[in-house]
């Protein structure tokens, strides 16, 4: 019956919604900045690329109280309205760092060899990229989107200074509804952590699923060979 209420409950729905949105927007996005930060970073030199890392980890070593203010003043300051954008662009700016650093492993795994010698024979710098390059950083990739998408779902604090009236996000719903009795916050915390975990099994599953295939396509041409 809690399941019911909290499923016809307008409020909750429109939270979840606003949660699911912003989770798979702001991860896509972060994904695909924090992919192309992580490949540019590592052609950089030593000095300028260890800079750019320190400068990237900001946003994971500082509070995150510090980091919703900051970024609450920012908007006021540029005069941008807070609500469901800015909630947005705060989740991509600290959704990005996780990409880079899930990246970067896979970054230094990579055989150069390999991209120079599919350009040696005739393929184009684009094509080379997606069919040798993309696939060895496929499962880092996957991990920092779903890190992404984790992080966000689960975010309150920096959520609760950069939305404004009429929006919020499931973690900000709860911390409404527990301050007074409502039996459907059972409910929408149960929701939260079934997300999550979910989530977490897929980051630790898919990525050795998907670092497992290279493995097995090269075995198979030893075999034929």
């Not at 954008?85 to 996780?98: E, G, K, Q, R």
């Not at 184009?124 to 496929?138: C, G, Q, R």
């Given at each position: 019956?809690?399941?019911i209420?909290?499923?016809?409950n307008?409020?909750i729905?429109?939270?979840?919604?606003n949660?699911?949105?912003?989770?798979?927007?702001?991860?896509?996005?972060?994904t695909?900045?924090?992919t192309?930060?992580?490949?540019?970073?590592s052609?950089m030199r030593?000095?300028?690329?260890?800079?750019?890392?320190?400068?990237?980890?900001?946003?994971m070593?500082n509070?995150?109280?510090?980091?919703?203010?900051?970024?609450?003043?920012?908007?006021?300051?540029?005069?941008i309205?807070l609500?469901f954008?800015t909630?947005?662009?705060?989740?991509?700016?600290?959704?990005?760092?996780?990409?880079?650093?899930?990246v970067m492993?896979?970054i230094?795994q990579?055989?150069?060899?390999?991209?120079e010698?599919?350009l040696?024979?005739?393929?184009?710098?684009?094509?080379?990229?997606?069919?040798v390059?993309?696939?060895?950083?496929?499962?880092?990739?996957?991990?920092?989107?779903?890190?992404?998408f984790?992080?966000?779902?689960d975010?309150?604090?920096i959520?609760?200074?950069?939305?404004?009236?009429?929006?919020k996000n499931?973690?900000?719903?709860?911390?409404t509804?527990s301050?007074?009795?409502?039996?459907s916050?059972?409910?929408v915390?149960?929701?939260?952590?079934?997300?999550?975990?979910?989530a977490?099994?897929?980051?630790?599953?898919?990525?050795?699923?998907?670092?497992?295939?290279p493995?097995?396509?090269?075995?198979?041409?030893?075999?034929?060979?």
């Amino acid at each position: 019956s809690r399941y019911i209420t909290l499923f016809s409950n307008e409020d909750i729905m429109s939270a979840l919604t606003n949660t699911l949105l912003i989770a798979v927007i702001s991860s896509l996005v972060a994904t695909l900045i924090g992919t192309i930060a992580a490949l540019a970073i590592s052609k950089m030199r030593n000095v300028l690329r260890t800079t750019l890392m320190g400068v990237t980890n900001i946003p994971m070593l500082n509070a995150e109280i510090v980091t919703g203010i900051s970024l609450m003043l920012l908007f006021v300051t540029l005069g941008i309205r807070l609500g469901f954008t800015t909630m947005l662009i705060a989740h991509i700016t600290f959704n990005i760092p996780y990409v880079i650093l899930s990246v970067m492993p896979r970054i230094r795994q990579l055989n150069a060899s390999t991209y120079e010698a599919a350009l040696d024979l005739g393929a184009a710098p684009l094509n080379a990229f997606i069919k040798v390059v993309l696939p060895d950083l496929a499962p880092g990739i996957f991990s920092g989107l779903l890190m992404a998408f984790t992080m966000s779902i689960d975010d309150f604090i920096i959520s609760y200074f950069v939305t404004g009236s009429g929006v919020k996000n499931l973690s900000i719903m709860v911390y409404t509804m527990s301050k007074r009795v409502n039996p459907s916050i059972n409910a929408v915390s149960t929701l939260v952590v079934l997300i999550i975990t979910v989530a977490l099994v897929i980051i630790n599953v898919v990525p050795a699923i998907l670092a497992k295939r290279p493995k097995k396509a090269e075995m198979s041409k030893k075999k034929a060979v």
